[in-house]
């Protein structure tokens, strides 16, 4: 199924317009839903929206939207002027700087989209790719969408532009409200900690690598219950108690558990001066251990013969 694009944008900056196609990049397919259903005769429960003051069932057609300006107080907008209210979406996305790749910090970091050219957009498209990924830089821009202005940043991948849309700095808490406890560390925990790293490091990611296994079990269980069988509650899983643990010791037990994910290390063969001289090494002391044989069986009799004769029993016949 070919993917349909939910804008036509034009991406400027100066003098510099392109147009360009928005594309929703990813979807959502996490978890497992369960509907409401009605216990008694087992069918599926409908939403419904009831007005406290008669308890009627208000109808959608009846709804209108409105705004809480004060405590339980609310100036009413009908749907001709929620249109006039988004009436100032533009269909421009307007860069506004160019920083570092990694001058974002990931936590801004929101919704993300894929650019593609329109009509006449190709050259300048590709144009504005290769720049960014030469120059290591991305852009900064504004895009209003859906009655909302976000700032998003525009950055290369290998196929093409990415949108992605960035939260505002009042849409995310300082780190600094949750009170980190400030601890000393020591170089040794350091060096242990870093070559624990290094024991699980990989060059990149593979997202394609990993998959929700949560999700594989909930759905083996819904298959067994559609068969007929009873459920099984999964293991517990039993939750660590708080404990005080000697750092060092517990990073030097991590270094010495195998990665989760290893591959095994082909045996390089041995050269082949070292294969020739394990040969010639093997006769040699074969012959060596011969000649030695006669020597040891007569350090052994000798030993015998200074030895005294063991005394014999003497006893009268019956």
Same mark, same amino acid.
């Given at each position: 199924?070919?993917?349909?694009?939910?804008?036509?944008?034009?991406?400027?900056?100066?003098?510099?317009?392109?147009?360009?196609?928005?594309?929703?990049?990813?979807?959502?397919?996490?978890?497992?839903?369960?509907?409401?259903?009605?216990?008694?005769?087992?069918?599926?429960?409908?939403?419904?929206?009831?007005?406290?003051?008669?308890?009627?069932?208000?109808?959608?057609?009846?709804?209108?939207?409105?705004?809480?300006?004060?405590?339980?107080?609310?100036?009413?907008?009908?749907?001709?002027?929620?249109?006039?209210?988004?009436?100032?979406?533009?269909?421009?996305?307007?860069?506004?700087?160019?920083?570092?790749?990694?001058?974002?910090?990931?936590?801004?970091?929101?919704?993300?989209?894929?650019?593609?050219?329109?009509?006449?957009?190709?050259?300048?498209?590709?144009?504005?790719?290769?720049?960014?990924?030469?120059?290591?830089?991305?852009?900064?821009?504004?895009?209003?969408?859906?009655?909302?202005?976000?700032?998003?940043?525009?950055?290369?991948?290998?196929?093409?532009?990415?949108?992605?849309?960035?939260?505002?700095?009042?849409?995310?808490?300082?780190?600094?409200?949750?009170?980190?406890?400030?601890?000393?560390?020591?170089?040794?925990?350091?060096?242990?900690?870093?070559?624990?790293?290094?024991?699980?490091?990989?060059?990149?990611?593979?997202?394609?690598?990993?998959?929700?296994?949560?999700?594989?079990?909930?759905?083996?269980?819904?298959?067994?219950?559609?068969?007929?069988?009873?459920?099984?509650?999964?293991?517990?899983?039993?939750?660590?108690?708080?404990?005080?643990?000697?750092?060092?010791? #517990?990073?030097? $037990? =991590?270094?010495? /558990?195998?990665?989760? &994910?290893? @591959?095994? !290390?082909?045996?390089?063969?041995?050269?082949? %001066?070292?294969?020739?001289?394990?040969?010639?090494?093997?006769?040699?002391?074969?012959? #060596?251990?011969? $000649? =030695?044989?006669? /020597?040891?069986?007569? &350090?052994? @009799?000798? !030993?015998?013969?200074?030895?005294?004769?063991? %005394?014999?029993?003497?006893?009268?016949?019956?």
């Amino acid at each position: 199924m070919a993917a349909r694009s939910i804008a036509s944008m034009t991406l400027s900056f100066g003098l510099v317009s392109v147009p360009v196609k928005v594309y929703t990049a990813t979807e959502s397919k996490s978890g497992v839903g369960f509907n409401l259903m009605h216990k008694e005769c087992g069918t599926r429960l409908r939403q419904q929206y009831v007005c406290p003051h008669d308890g009627k069932v208000v109808e959608r057609a009846d709804m209108v939207k409105g705004y809480e300006f004060e405590k339980e107080k609310y100036v009413i907008f009908e749907k001709s002027e929620l249109e006039a209210l988004e009436a100032s979406a533009s269909h421009t996305i307007d860069i506004v700087s160019f920083v570092p790749t990694e001058a974002i910090d990931p936590i801004y970091l929101d919704k993300p989209y894929y650019l593609a050219p329109d009509k006449r957009g190709g050259k300048p498209y590709r144009l504005l790719q290769e720049a960014m990924k030469d120059s290591g830089t991305c852009a900064v821009a504004r895009w209003t969408w859906k009655g909302k202005q976000h700032m998003v940043q525009v950055r290369a991948g290998n196929d093409g532009l990415i949108l992605q849309t960035l939260l505002y700095a009042d849409e995310v808490r300082s780190q600094a409200d949750i009170g980190i406890e400030e601890t000393d560390i020591q170089p040794t925990e350091l060096q242990l900690a870093e070559q624990l790293i290094d024991q699980y490091r990989v060059d990149s990611y593979d997202a394609a690598a990993y998959k929700d296994e949560e999700k594989e079990r909930i759905l083996a269980e819904i298959d067994k219950k559609i068969a007929g069988n009873k459920i099984t509650a999964a293991p517990a899983i039993e939750q660590p108690g708080a404990q005080v643990i000697d750092l060092v010791e #517990a990073l030097r $037990a =991590s270094l010495k /558990k195998k990665p989760p &994910v290893e @591959r095994p !290390a082909e045996q390089p063969a041995a050269p082949r %001066a070292a294969r020739k001289s394990a040969r010639t090494a093997a006769p040699a002391q074969e012959a #060596a251990e011969a $000649a =030695s044989a006669p /020597k040891r069986r007569a &350090v052994r @009799r000798a !030993a015998t013969e200074d030895q005294p004769a063991p %005394a014999r029993k003497t006893g009268t016949k019956r």
